[in-house]
């Protein structure tokens, strides 16, 4: 019988350089980002916000990160009848609004990452540019 499970992590340092490339890719496309990592088990890892990011994207980016870290899939991926059931269901908690990617290296799942602060579709773009510029595995935001 096992005791126990070994979970990879995103580490401090790569979700802090994910926050910085992530604000970097987001003025680049004209939006004052908001961008937030969580690891595997939902805990926050790092969290920035851009000069000027509109305060309630604070919020959305953490639910898409905590999104993409429990599916392990993009938060757009919740298919649409579901969305309304599975916000209501958390209490809010995950959403299906896009800017939410999950975090894997190698094949390995490490984290979720959320942008927001622009339209859903530049949240998107901002976050899989993030995932290319960390070198994570390729995701559909």
Do not use: C, W, Y
């Amino acid at each position: 019988m096992s005791t126990h499970h070994l979970v990879p992590t995103v580490t401090h340092e790569t979700a802090a350089r994910a926050v910085s490339i992530g604000i970097e890719k987001g003025a680049a496309e004209g939006v004052k980002a908001v961008v937030t990592v969580m690891d595997p088990g939902l805990v926050l890892v790092a969290v920035g916000r851009a000069d000027g990011a509109p305060p309630h994207s604070v919020e959305t980016s953490r639910r898409k990160a905590i999104t993409a870290a429990s599916t392990r899939k993009p938060s757009a991926a919740i298919p649409p009848q579901n969305v309304t059931l599975l916000e209501h269901g958390t209490g809010g908690l995950l959403t299906g609004i896009k800017g939410g990617v999950p975090l894997f290296f190698d094949g390995v799942f490490v984290g979720g990452l959320g942008i927001a602060g622009g339209t859903p579709d530049q949240d998107a773009v901002i976050a899989a540019a993030t995932l290319a510029a960390l070198g994570a595995d390729e995701m559909g935001a």
